[in-house]
């Protein structure tokens, strides 16, 4: 599932949520593999890992963007 910064980027707000659910659910399951002694590619949790730090670091960047937009249009939308 590691994709590009840009391509994330590219993507809406819905499909990184979705995004968002899916690393995290990878991630609980390579997890769960780690405990179970079934986990052969360990690295891939750290790849998991980033791709949802980069996913949430993209939709607090469009938060932050959308608040300074409202507040520079004096709150009228």
């Known amino acids: 599932?590691?994709?590009k910064v840009d391509e994330m980027k590219a993507l809406?707000?819905?499909e990184l949520?979705?995004?968002?659910?899916?690393a995290r659910r990878e991630l609980f399951n390579l997890r769960f593999q780690l405990?179970?002694?079934?986990l052969d590619n360990t690295a891939r949790m750290s790849i998991v890992k980033?791709?949802?730090a980069?996913?949430?670091t993209i939709l607090r960047?469009?938060?932050?963007?959308?608040?300074?937009?409202l507040?520079?249009?004096?709150?009228n939308v």
């Open 1 to 3: 599932m590691s994709t």
């Open 71 to 75: 507040a520079s249009n004096g709150g």
């Open 61 to 69: 960047d469009r938060e932050i963007t959308d608040a300074e937009s």
């Open 50 to 52: 980033k791709d949802i």
């Open 12 to 14: 809406s707000s819905n």
């Open 17 to 22: 949520v979705d995004r968002l659910a899916e």
């Open 35 to 38: 405990a179970t002694g079934q």
């Open 54 to 56: 980069r996913v949430l």
